[in-house]
């Protein structure tokens, strides 16, 4: 069993001042593989003060200077690159395709941010005004568990890019994975204080990042529920923020779209991570003429699906995270069954065929009912919710009917159509005839109780800026 138990700060790997732990299982075998070491506010403080004392320094170096650090970084985390795969495969339990296309766009993220760099608007001038961008100083950045190394390259390559400095808790679930990832930053040499991480749990070292008054920027990733509570910490002290938080997209079929080739898609929306995604399509609103049939179609669909060993190529659905993770998925599926949602398949208790591990049975279900609390709140697990719709402007009421605002999908054999209703969606991102998009970093973020802000290539470094004017 592996031990981690110390913080990154100003350049060094320093041991936690705490006995306070907690064992990480493999959610394939449940067999113990680490043992976490929980940091103090004081080790918090130390982190917030070493990367407020180095932000003086780091951000009056050159942009040449800093692409060699992003370069530097990119070209460490290639040589690790399997390392990195393996290790989220193992702790996370997320299937290695999709693990090695996320690690693969991390890495690359460097690249990407280097290039904005090259060419990023930092001073615009006129004839009486001049206006600069500069770096927001400190950031907190605060993540969760679901894509961890995409979630620390999304924030570090960006604040680098600006010269600012920061201090990440991420998810205290990850934490091999995050050393390995350490263990990269440090052989790139990055100026100590730049980056430091500090190990432990959000209600003890996360608030005392949110409430310090050294700490510029938040960006945190996560629930809307502790989102909220970041919110109120971090207005004490007026920081910046992003909030990237929770969802509960809508995947609409429009009445003309090709089930037999849709549906395919509608499920690897709907279970994409295991359902451990924040995009998830997880409602599908189905023409009422069509319903009987889509049926059919995700019957057939979901028994081909394979579930198990996430290590193996073909697995397409592995287990949830954690214990707490599939308690909190079965409690849903209960709650589904209980306020007389259709169970068209799976259901309560483990995947058939396993006698270890947090695998929970796909599950669909058919509501009538938009109101039901399966409907309205973000499950996090392989649950999706079928909702049959009279006519479009049904269909867009259903869509836009929770407090959620992430993503939507949106299939039609006409992309006019589709392009229309997306119009009227209130998300961040709609993606129109596709579960996956190829767009290069675009904006990411959400409407409503789904975010605030856009992260995403360019638009992370905006997120990271103040705005200077000096006029003449
Ligand atoms: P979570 O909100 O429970 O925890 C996220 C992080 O916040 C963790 O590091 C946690 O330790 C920390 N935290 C908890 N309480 C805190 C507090 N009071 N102060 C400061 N930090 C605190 O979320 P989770 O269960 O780790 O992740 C799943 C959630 O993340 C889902 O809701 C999912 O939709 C969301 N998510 C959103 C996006 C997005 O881009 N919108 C991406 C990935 C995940």
């Known amino acids: 069993m592996k031990i981690i138990n110390h913080n990154y700060i100003n350049g060094e790997f320093i041991n936690i001042d705490s006995n306070e732990n907690l064992t990480l299982k493999n959610p394939t075998t449940e067999q113990e593989i680490a043992q976490i070491f929980l940091s103090t506010p004081s080790e918090m403080n130390q982190a917030i003060e070493c990367a407020s004392k180095t932000f003086e320094s780091f951000s009056q170096t050159s942009i040449d200077e800093r692409m060699e650090i992003l370069q530097r970084i990119h070209d460490e985390l290639i040589k690790h690159e399997e390392t990195l ?67 620390l390259c999304s924030n570090i390559a960006p604040a680098i890019a600006l010269g600012c400095t920061l201090v990440i808790k991420p998810s205290e679930f990850n934490a091999l994975e995050t050393q390995a990832f350490l263990e990269c930053l440090h052989k790139a040499k990055i100026p100590k204080g730049v ?210 605002g992430l993503s939507a999908y949106v299939f039609s054999n006409d992309e006019t159509k589709a392009l229309a209703f997306a119009n009227h969606i209130r998300t961040g991102r709609v993606l129109i005839n596709t579960a996956t998009s190829k767009a290069k970093t675009p904006p990411f973020g959400g409407m409503k109780q789904s975010g605030l802000g856009r992260m995403g290539g360019k638009y992370s470094m905006d997120a990271f800026c103040e705005i200077k004017s000096i006029l003449f």
Request: charged residues 20%; glycine residues 8%; contains cysteine.
């Open 195 to 404: 980056v430091n991480v500090i190990q432990g749990t959000g209600e003890i070292v996360g608030e005392v990042l949110t409430k310090h008054p050294l700490v510029n920027a938040i960006s945190f990733i996560g629930s809307t529920k502790t989102g909220k509570k970041i919110f109120e910490n971090c207005s004490k002290t007026i920081k910046r923020m992003t909030l990237e938080l929770g969802g509960k997209s809508p995947t609409i079929l429009l009445e003309d779209a090709n089930l037999q080739e849709v549906i395919p898609q509608v499920l690897s929306s709907a279970y994409s991570n295991s359902g451990q995604a924040c995009h998830a399509g997880s409602r599908l609103l189905v023409p009422k003429s069509k319903l009987q049939e889509v049926e059919n179609l995700l019957l057939q669909n979901i028994h081909k699906l394979k579930i198990g060993n996430p290590k193996q190529e073909e697995t397409q659905i592995g287990p949830m995270i954690n214990q707490t993770q599939f308690n909190t998925v079965q409690s849903y599926i209960k709650s589904g069954i209980e306020d007389g949602a259709k169970l068209l398949c799976g259901g309560l208790g483990r995947a058939e065929g396993f006698q270890k591990g947090y695998f929970v049975k796909p599950t669909v279900f058919i509501c009538t009912d938009e109101t039901l609390k399966i409907v309205q709140e973000e499950i996090f697990g392989p649950v999706l919710c079928v909702l049959p719709y009279e006519n479009e402007q049904e269909a867009l009421q259903i869509a836009n009917n929770t407090i959620f």
């Open 85 to 151: 795969i393996d290790l989220a495969v193992l702790e996370f339990g997320a299937t290695i395709t999709t693990t090695r296309r996320r690690t693969k766009n991390a890495i690359n993220l460097f690249l990407v941010i280097k290039e904005e760099l090259k060419n990023y608007d930092f001073i615009k001038k006129d004839a009486y005004s001049l206006t600069r961008k500069e770096g927001v100083g400190v950031i907190g950045v605060i993540i969760p568990w679901n894509a961890n190394l995409a979630h």
